[in-house]
């Protein structure tokens, strides 16, 4: 059963060692972090600039145990973003990912009262974006599109309705 609890500051250095490559950091963070690689001090840097109580990071864990990471952003009083989506890499393929957001569904609801939900994913995470949609996300239509190392990748904005 997967738990969520408010992200310290002891997590980053968990938590950015499972980005292995700068392709893999730019395919999870966007445009938020440009230099690869990320340091604890500068993914807690981002909580120190931006967390207060409409922004905080939640982590994951499976019998005590960190398995993934997602920031929460509040952004008016019933919607809430979701970002920076990560799993422990060496945990990909159980189910972690899904079994993370659903308790991140349950947490939005319950502790705000949340009625939308909003996360975004580059097309080329195939396996975040079926995820998301087998959890009831759908495309709202807004993408944006990044070019990383010569190729275009669309960040494609899913909203989940409670």
């Known amino acids: 059963m997967i738990n ?3 992200y310290k500051k002891e997590d980053a250095n968990l938590v950015v060692g499972w980005i292995k490559n700068e392709m893999a950091l730019k395919l999870w963070c966007a445009d938020r972090f440009d230099v690869y690689p990320l340091t604890a001090d500068k993914f ?3 909580y120190e600039k931006n967390g207060n109580d409409d922004f905080f990071g939640m982590i994951a864990e499976d019998e005590g145990q960190t398995v993934g990471h997602l920031f929460f952003q509040i952004l008016n ?3 809430i ?4 989506i990560v799993v422990d890499d060496t945990k ?3 189910g972690y990912g899904k079994k993370m957001l659903e308790a991140a569904i349950v947490y939005a609801k319950t502790k705000f009262d949340a009625k939308t939900l909003t ?3 580059f097309d080329s995470n195939v396996s975040a974006y079926r995820c998301y ?3 009831g996300f759908k495309e709202t239509g807004n993408k944006t599109v990044y070019d990383f190392f010569g190729k275009k990748h ?3 904005e899913l909203e989940y309705i409670i």
């Open 44 to 46: 807690n840097e981002m």
């Open 77 to 79: 009083p019933q919607k």
């Open 4 to 6: 969520l609890r408010q």
């Open 119 to 121: 996360l975004s994913v």
């Open 154 to 156: 669309t960040y494609i």
């Open 133 to 135: 949609l087998s959890l």
């Open 81 to 84: 973003k979701f970002g920076l």
């Open 92 to 94: 990909r393929g159980m």
